[in-house]
């Protein structure tokens, strides 16, 4: 537990210390319409060693892929195609990306095989949302994972088998339009909503390109806590010297709200810096109950009659843990709280409770995120 409070306050320190340093914008904010975009496909993956399926899809996409070809298959034959397996083929295209270059993929089984180790993708278009082509994919996967099985039914799967990679493994076919060169303005967008942050951007800009002859003039507006619009060239070269002279403009960006994150699954807790408490008191403590069940077996006398009865016998130890108060003074800082939870000796089950109780009490001036 004081290792956990120790890493409280270290993450809280560190952050502390990161917000005070001016950073750059391309650090906090990213250019409106200079996004990836996702890219999906259905294929087959051949070549495995038995570990591959027979479903009905699986054997339709056979079919369909060999009258490609000019195969046609008569209709009342099945083939036996344990060494193919139907899959999902995504990959992400990011901005600016031409046709002939290359992207990664990641194949996923969509049925039941086994295992896509050995196996190769064949040709797959990638789609778009907008149901156009945009890349073509295929090769051989490198699968990290591995299953084995036995006779017996027992078996062992490390990693995930059925999801594999294909480095480079799809030809862009298509360019995606960029807006990025469009209309009269360049717009940034913060990674983190921030009001105050927001016109920290808009001055430090308006700072750097500042006119002499005329110190009215500005060139960059916040727009809302997310969005600051900077007046650019219409010339694409231009433009692109002109952002590379904005993204590199440092300023300081506004500490961020109190916060405290709770991970209810792993029992990580994270305290910000700026969490403050109004005045309470905290106990710390519980009852303990335990009940055992002893049977008792009860015969007659030898001549007498009747029939041997088993009895519980029922005993109840309750223990109750020595409770242990705190109190918190007005605007208590985190490190008062972080030493205050750490001599009653919570648990991180027990700190989130207290940080819950806290809040319901009105006393956690902080807002509490629980995920």
Known sequence: MKLLIKLIALVSTLSLVFVSHAQRVKDLADVAGVRSNQLVGYGLVVGLPGTGEQSPFTEQSFKTMLSNFGITMPT??????????????????????????????????????????????????????????????????????????????????????TVGRIANGAIVEREVKSPFAMGDHITFNLRNPDFT??????????????????????????????????????????????????????????????????????????????????????????????????PEVTQPDAFAEGETVVTNQSVIDVNQNDNRMFVFNPGITLDALVRAINNVGAGPGDVMAILEALQQAGALRGELVII
């Open 76 to 161: 009342n034959l099945k083939p036996k195609i344990k060494n193919v397996a139907a899959v999902a083929v995504h990959a992400e295209l990011p901005a600016f990306t031409k046709p002939g270059q290359t992207i990664d993929i990641t194949v996923s089984s969509m049925g039941s095989a086994q295992s896509l180790r050995g196996g190769t993708l064949l040709q797959t278009i990638l789609m778009g949302i907008d149901g156009n082509a945009y890349a073509v994919a295929q090769g051989s996967l490198v699968v990290s994972g591995l299953g084995a099985e036995g006779l017996d039914g027992s078996k062992i799967v490390v990693n995930t088998p």
């Open 197 to 294: 942050t927001a016109k920290n951007l808009e001055k430090a800009i308006n700072t750097e390109f500042a006119n002499p002859s005329d110190p009215n003039t500005f060139i960059a507006r916040a727009i809302d806590a997310t969005s600051v619009q900077v007046s650019a060239p219409r010339d694409a070269n231009q433009r692109v010297t002109f952002l590379s002279m904005l993204e590199n403009i440092e300023f300081e960006p506004d500490s961020p709200s109190a916060k405290v994150i709770v991970n209810s699954r792993t029992g990580t807790i994270v305290i910000g810096a700026d969490v403050r408490l109004l005045p309470a008191a905290v106990t710390h403590g519980g009852i303990t109950v335990t009940i055992n069940e002893n």
